[in-house]
């Protein structure tokens, strides 16, 4: 779980640096219509993760992330959505290893240009035996796309994962209009396996959170 003193995560340890070594990841966000799960593939289109989305069932995680095509696979973070507050408990790993899952809190920190907040700890730079908490935010652009392409300007779903201290850009999100594709998520850093999990499930709750937002609101517009 984060820190009680959130603030001072990531205040003096320097941050890794950028990957410019090529070895950045992009994965393609699919979500067909009427179906409750996204399809998460690599850039070549090889499917990678599945993640379970869940309405209505109550103590069950809002979304379910498996290392496989179905809700069969296995289990490797889940995200819940604290209804109360408007914030995400995220845990990497399963639920059901309640010793290994590890639980962080993303929480949204200004109400009219909103950020998202989670902490994490990572590989040092420094020494790379040792580990270091560190602190990032997913913030809405409208000048960084996926490899370097511009984003569409007509979808409000463009985001870029920072580091709260350096401002260094990690991770990259680019919204899509076409039926069926969520987006593409590009990560520019190589911090280990739960890193990418954590920055994949927290961008999926964006997603899904929008996707939630969007589909009451037309709901609610009928009269």
């Known amino acids: 779980m984060s ?7 990531g205040s003096t340890a320097s941050a890794p640096p950028i990957d410019n070594n090529g070895l950045s ?3 393609i966000i699919n979500n067909r219509l009427f179906r409750r799960h996204y399809d998460i593939n690599s850039a070549d289109d090889q499917p990678l993760f ?7 069932t109550p103590n069950k995680p809002d979304l379910i992330l498996h290392a496989g095509t179905s809700s069969k696979a296995p ?3 889940v995200s819940k959505f604290l209804k109360s507050c408007g914030d995400y408990k ?5 639920p059901e290893d309640v010793i290994n899952v590890q639980w962080e809190d993303m929480t949204r920190e200004l109400l009219h240009k909103p950020k998202y907040r989670f902490e994490m700890t990572v590989q040092s730079a420094s020494d790379q035996t040792q580990s270091e908490r560190r602190s990032y935010l997913w913030k809405r652009t409208r000048t960084i796309g996926v490899e370097n392409e511009a984003p569409s300007k007509w979808t409000g779903r463009n985001y870029k994962l920072v580091d709260e201290r350096t401002e260094q ?3 990259v999100f ?3 209009r076409r039926p069926g594709r969520v987006g593409k998520l590009q990560i520019r850093v190589e911090y280990g396996e739960d890193f990418d ?3 994949l499930v927290s961008c999926l709750t964006l997603c899904e959170k929008a996707r939630r937002r969007k589909q009451s609101s037309s709901s609610g517009g009928g009269g």
Do not use: K, Q, T
Request: avoid cysteine; proline fraction near 3%.
């Open 3 to 9: 820190s009680p003193d959130s603030s001072r995560a």
């Open 25 to 27: 990841r992009v994965y």
């Open 50 to 56: 599945y993640a379970e989305i869940s309405m209505f």
């Open 75 to 77: 289990i490797v973070a």
């Open 90 to 94: 995220i845990g990497i790993g399963n």
């Open 169 to 171: 850009v990690l991770a």
């Open 174 to 176: 680019s919204g899509a």
């Open 197 to 199: 999990r954590m920055v």
